[in-house]
């Protein structure tokens, strides 16, 4: 994959290019950017620019080298991605032990430390002695969300390389321009940080049924109850939509607060464009009060999936209190 795919992020592509034209790689890239930005992704592609065979300055992303870091299996390059909350010294002796290992004169080896902030401070002490006596041919790259937290031995030490935000607009631009529709990209911004997790939950089978359902499950609320029950148990309860109740709630809290919105006369700050007509019939059906209070309380159901209640019980008692039970 190409740098090109970083929609935004002109200025760190153009400085890590310039370093690979003109083979002044530095020891260590320090690659920072808030939650939702391509740091670790731009990691990888940085790396396989590194070693691509038909680019000096890119990766193409079909070569043997660039395939073998993308399915993680380059003996060169160590991605060292902690699943716990915190990397430990040990962690980073396991890169010592590699360090060891000698390289021919031409070779490189690079090794990507993401989310480099969750090191514990005997950790970056250990990480700081590799970066003040640097080993030739060895690279280092740690991606963050959290500049403050890096130790700024570490920092001063490290190319930096700050990842840009995406406004929203261009991220939403980008995402229509790739064929998604725009009341499902306006959906999946609010429902998550950044292109790749919108991306990834519009690539799902189920978010754009789970944003029908669930509103065709209020519409049924206002018509029938009895057949809104029904219907939640057809459509949600007994299908593989029962998967996602949790992302149901969050949907029905946004669509709550579009009736807000609607009530309040802010009409042009409403997610459910699509719906607008059917919405400006049923708004004065409730109370302000009664809007906020629903919005609320699918807020509360999600977080109640957290205590092991279970999804389908959680979703008939949020019916049942919708319905004014
Ligand atoms: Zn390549």
């Given at each position: ?83 716990t909350s915190s990397i430990k010294i040990d962690e980073i002796r396991d ?12 070779e490189k080896k690079v090794f990507i430390i993401t989310d480099a902030d ?42 930096w390389v700050p990842l840009a935000v995406m406004s929203n607009i261009t ?155």
């Amino acid at each position: 994959m190409p740098f090109d795919q970083f929609i935004g992020q002109g200025n760190a592509i153009t400085m890590l290019r310039r370093s690979l034209q003109q083979d002044m790689l530095s020891h260590a890239y320090l690659f920072s950017g808030v939650p939702g930005t391509p740091k670790d992704d731009m990691a990888i592609v940085f790396a396989q620019a590194m070693f691509c065979l038909l680019h000096d300055d890119d990766a193409c992303g079909e070569c043997m080298e660039c395939k073998k870091i993308e399915h993680g299996n380059h003996a060169n390059i160590n991605i060292l991605k902690s699943d716990t909350s915190s990397i430990k010294i040990d962690e980073i002796r396991d890169i010592k032990q590699k360090l060891e290992l000698k390289l021919s004169e031409s070779e490189k080896k690079v090794f990507i430390i993401t989310d480099a902030d969750k090191m514990t401070t005997p950790a970056a002490n250990s990480m700081l002695k590799f970066l003040e006596e640097p080993a030739s041919g060895i690279i280092f790259i740690l991606t963050t969300s959290n500049m403050k937290s890096i130790l700024p031995t570490i920092r001063s030490r490290s190319q930096w390389v700050p990842l840009a935000v995406m406004s929203n607009i261009t991220v939403r631009d980008t995402l229509v321009k790739e064929g998604f529709s725009v009341v499902l990209v306006n959906t999946a911004l609010k429902m998550t940080a950044g292109i790749d997790s919108a991306r990834n939950l519009l690539q799902t089978n189920w978010f754009a049924e789970l944003r029908t359902v669930m509103i065709q499950l209020v519409k049924e609320c206002f018509k029938n109850p009895i057949a809104a029950s029904i219907y939640a148990q057809q459509k949600i309860i007994k299908s593989t939509l029962s998967e996602y109740i949790d992302s149901m709630f969050d949907l029905f809290a946004l669509f709550f607060k579009d009736f807000i919105y609607l009530g309040g006369g802010k009409e042009t700050h409403i997610l459910f464009e699509d719906e607008k007509q059917w919405m400006l019939e049923h708004v004065h059906k409730h109370t302000m009060e009664r809007w906020m209070e629903l919005m609320h309380l699918a807020l509360e159901s999600k977080k109640r999936l957290r205590y092991n209640v279970s999804p389908q019980l959680a979703l008939e008692k949020f019916l049942f209190n919708m319905k004014g039970g």
